[in-house]
Structures are given as C-alpha cells and as structure tokens.
C-alpha cells in the first residue's frame, strides 16, 4: 500500500528541515512524498533542493492560502491513502507511517487518526497540550471538536468523492473536511490509540484572539453550511476540554 505524505510550506525555513526529515526517516518503504512551496524567499527552497532527491514531487508556486497549497498536493498524489504533514510539525517516531499502514491493512478502514502532542516551537520536548482523540465520538463535532487533523489519513479515492479542502476558509478548512467525512458521510474510521504527531503551537489555527473569533465563526459557518446543528455557545464550550488536555498533559 502506498501511502502519500504532503507538506505545504510557505516561508518557514526554521522548521522545514524536522518536518522534513521526520517523513524520510520513516521505516515504511512505501511513502510517497510531496512538497508544495507557495512560492518561498526565505531560503526554504534552497532547504528542500538539498533533499531533492529523496522528494517525489516537488513544485513551488504562488497559491491561494494553505489549503490551496493542501488541494494541490492531492490532486498530485498517487498513493492509496492520503495524510498531510504541516511544514512545522514532525512525527514522533519512525514508526508513526508503519502504524497507520498496519491499521489501515489490518481493518481496512477508510480512515484512520491517533493522539497528538502539542508543543513549543522552539522546544520540541515542552509538551504544552496532550491532544488525545481517545473518547472522540462524532456528536463532538457540533462543539468544534475533532480529531487531530495531522493524524488524520484517509484513502485517497475519498477526496475525489467527497471533495477537498473548501478554500473560503482560511483558519477551519481541516474541521470542514473531517466534519464532511467522518459526521455528513459517515465514512468508517479507526482510532489509533498512540501519539503519532508532535504539533508546534503557532500554526494558523493557534495564533492570537483574533484567529480564535475567526475560527469558531468558521466552524459556526461550516456546522451550518453541513446542516449540523450546533451554536456558537456550544462552540466556545471546546475550551473547557481545552483546559483539561493542558492538565492531563505528561511531562516530557
């Protein structure tokens, strides 16, 4: 089974390499992976070509926003199953790919997501939030929940069914698309009781007041859009599960 692995990057030559050499160092041999740069001047081009050949596809061009970027690399991709790997994250370990390939083998699901660790930047063993998808059932979305999107692999066949990413978000787009799949169109899933992804804070859903009102009227828009029932207060009361993943959060 070929798995396809997509990063989108933009101007992030800080944390391009980890992310980067966290996919080539997977010990499953069946990965395909693809780069989409918007257009980088930063130096993060010159990065990547220093991996070039260890890189499937590559393209860097302007593009409308993130998930344009994400939209592009599947469109791209040939594999099986289909999973996105932000420019400043990583996987936890070289086994993350071989444990979603095992599970999607085992029970064939048309999709599968794990736990993740949420931390610093520029302190990759400051574990600030532990993401755990462990109790996540689909009701959780009408409160803004979901499961980790870096987690979150589907088999590719899906997205030409069901859609891709919806553009005119710009913070929600990833709840969209798990929303639509996994609670719309009821796609079977499997949960993977393991930390597979380690998440730098400061990504476009975690930046500043002004993101968070932009992404909760996001999710209020996209609940609506699905016909799922939901409202803003429901949607703000996420945050007290918030409170609780900092909590339960192990040391290190």
């Known amino acids: 089974m070929k798995i396809s692995i997509i990063t989108v990057v933009f101007n992030n030559k800080e944390t391009i390499r980890r992310a980067i050499e966290s996919v080539l160092s997977q010990n499953y041999s069946n990965i ?3 780069i989409i740069d918007g257009a980088s001047t930063d130096g993060t081009i010159d990065i990547i070509n220093n991996y070039k050949n260890k890189i499937n596809k590559f393209i860097s ?13 599947i469109e791209l991709a040939t594999g099986d199953v289909v999973g996105i790997l932000n420019s400043d994250d990583s ?5 993350s790919v071989s444990e979603i390939a095992k599970t999607f083998e085992k029970y064939n699901p048309d999709s599968v997501f794990a ?32 499961p980790g999107h ?6 590719r066949e899906l997205f030409d069914k069901l859609g891709k990413y919806d553009t005119k978000y710009k913070i929600s787009a990833d709840f969209d698309l798990l929303l639509r799949f996994l609670f719309v169109n009821r796609i079977s899933y ?3 009781p393991k930390v597979l992804v380690r998440m730098s804070l400061g990504g476009v859903s975690t930046q500043g007041l002004s993101s968070i009102k932009q992404m909760n009227l996001e999710l209020k828009h996209s609940l609506r859009k699905n016909r799922v029932k939901s409202n803003i207060i429901m949607i703000y009361m996420k945050y007290f599960v918030k409170i609780f993943q900092f909590a339960l959060r192990p040391k290190s």
């Open 150 to 155: 870096a987690t979150f692999f589907a088999k």
């Open 61 to 73: 061009e302007k593009d409308e926003g993130i998930y344009d970027a994400m939209n592009k690399g």
């Open 32 to 34: 395909e992976y693809l």
């Open 190 to 192: 499997k949960y993977i």
């Open 91 to 95: 996987y936890i370990d070289e086994n």
């Open 115 to 146: 736990d993740v660790i949420m931390v610093k930047e520029h302190d990759q063993k400051a574990i600030v939030r532990y993401y755990s998808a462990k109790k996540f059932k689909l009701w959780h979305f009408r409160f803004g929940h979901m």
